[in-house]
């Protein structure tokens, strides 16, 4: 083995090492903006419910994953982007001076998403995010109730959760799914249907001002594929069904 071989190799070690902490780092330095939202007068409770909908959309945890348990020596490393689609001259976005762009009808927020495998068939997460300038954060544990096989597909149990704080707007998002999937040589498309609750709470009103809190419990459902592109790469795209509609694609390093 000579000098040159073994530099070779010592660079692609470094490289699988450290890309994960690049991959977060460009995505929470990304396009933040100032962020925040600016409640005109004719902002009203109905277009309250209509925002936190829109919202707990585009926080919520997205699966970007399969069913399949990964074990103890499982990782992952994810960057995200994706959201709901939103009318952005509706009247909830115009009152509620929402400070973002939509691409292609979008609310697209960012997110960078770590996952960890552990024994008995459990995988835990989490993820941080920004989105129409406002962070968030959330967590997750999936449970591999079966395995699958050369026909069966895996099965698993999900709880996430999801939070938006620190602003005009305080968000909670709780959901329940259960997920399979099926691996193929590249390529591993999954489903997942699940029970959801968003609360929200903000404080807005003309002529008085007073505290809001509006609720919603939904049935959600998800269809996503992930494709391995090479040893620890791969990059994954996915479809939700909640309040509205919306889309997510990620990329990462992991086993």
């Known amino acids: 083995m000579g000098p040159a071989f073994r530099g070779t190799l010592h660079r692609e070690v470094a490289m699988r090492r450290f890309l994960p902490f690049v991959i977060l780092a460009v995505l929470l330095a990304g396009p933040a903006g100032a962020g925040g ?3 005109s007068p004719a902002f009203t409770p109905d277009d309250f419910r209509d925002l936190a909908d829109a919202f707990g959309d585009a926080i919520s945890f997205p699966n970007l994953g399969t069913a399949a348990a990964t074990g103890a020596a499982g990782f992952e490393v994810l960057a995200a982007a994706g959201g709901p689609q939103v009318d952005s001259g509706a009247h909830w976005w115009r009152n509620g001076g929402v400070d973002a762009r939509t691409f292609g009808g979008v609310l ?4 960078g998403i770590v996952r960890k495998g552990l024994p008995w068939r459990l995988d835990v997460g989490a993820q ?3 989105v129409a300038g406002e962070r968030f954060w959330g967590g997750e544990a999936r449970w591999g109730i079966w395995d699958g096989g050369v026909l069966a597909p895996a099965a698993a149990l999900r709880l996430a959760y999801s939070r938006l704080d620190g602003s005009a707007v305080a968000l909670d998002v709780s959901e329940a799914q259960l997920v399979v999937s099926k691996g193929f040589l590249v390529v591993s498309p999954y489903a997942a249907v699940g029970f959801r609750r968003t609360v929200a709470q903000a404080v807005f009103g003309d002529p008085i001002v007073m505290r809001h809190r509006v609720s919603a419990e939904r049935w959600t459902g998800a269809v996503g594929a992930r494709f391995a592109l090479l040893p620890l790469l791969h990059v994954v795209a996915e479809a939700r069904r909640g309040a509205a509609t ?10």
Request: net charge positive.
């Open 37 to 39: 939202f600016t409640f």
């Open 108 to 111: 697209t927020g960012y997110r």
């Open 128 to 130: 941080v995010g920004h």
């Open 246 to 255: 919306s889309f997510f694609v990620g990329a990462g390093v992991g086993l």
